[in-house]
């Protein structure tokens, strides 16, 4: 039973436009998520992440929103550049520390 | 310059055959994790050690074993590898179990069971 869903596998945009990768929890009790990124062959990197005491975190390109009465959260790429294409990993936190993982988005930035 | 090191990247093991997998940190946490990713499914906790202490998730099968012999050093030991084994398996530091640190990853080995 998926506890944190991100229902498209994958999205192409093209470059300098807006990439908006979705997830979707079930949870109520999590209250921090996280954003990693993976590119083939390499590890997930961490992203940005964002507590439920907030609804919004920005690091340049990269906003999170927190939607809590949804449980939905989204991860906003403005603009996207092509060496952004990687699979997007949402993931929650349960309890301290065990990372709840989705399944990933394949994005395709395209030049 | 890696910080979480993954050794080797692609293991080809016989079904039964006993097989382990090795991990290695440069950052000094005190906290590993071996996550199991299945494909196109999301990475799956095994279990993690905080400094010495081994905690196993309650559905991890008895099949999978760990060791964590000092700070930089984790291995996955699967005594019997079945064909439904063949997974992507993530190492993962993290400095503490507190506040919601973020968690660094190595590169993954790739184990096929044959």
């Known amino acids: 039973d998926q506890q944190v869903k991100q229902n498209s596998p994958s999205l192409s945009v093209q470059e300098g436009r807006i990439s908006i990768l979705n997830c979707d929890y079930t949870n109520s009790m999590f209250d921090y998520f996280l954003w990693y990124k993976k590119y083939p062959a390499e590890g997930p990197t961490f992203l940005i992440s964002i507590s439920s005491i907030k609804d919004k975190n920005e690091d340049g390109r990269f906003t999170v929103f927190l939607n809590k009465s949804a449980k939905h959260l989204s991860l906003h790429i403005v603009p996207s550049q092509p060496g952004d294409s990687a699979v997007y990993f949402c993931?929650?936190?349960?309890?301290?520390?065990?990372?709840?993982f989705g399944t990933g988005t394949r994005l395709k930035v395209l030049a | 310059d890696a910080m979480v090191i993954q050794n080797p990247r692609y293991q080809v093991t016989q079904f039964g055959k006993p097989v382990t997998l090795s991990c290695s940190q440069t950052?000094?946490?005190?906290?590993m994790y071996w996550y199991q990713q299945k494909s196109s499914q999301a990475p799956k906790l095994l279990f993690h050690y905080y400094d010495k202490d081994f905690n196993n998730e309650a559905d991890t099968p008895d099949n999978f074993q760990s060791r964590r012999p000092n700070t930089s050093f984790c291995f996955l030991d699967i005594r019997s590898p079945g064909l439904g084994d063949a997974a992507m398996y993530l190492c993962?530091?993290?400095?503490?179990?507190?506040?919601?640190?973020?968690?660094?990853f190595g590169q993954g080995t790739r184990l096929t069971v044959v």
């Open positions: 993931a929650a936190i349960e309890g301290t520390y065990k990372y709840i």
């Open positions: 993962a530091t993290s400095r503490d179990l507190r506040g919601m640190t973020e968690a660094f």
């Open positions: 950052l000094n946490h005190n906290v």
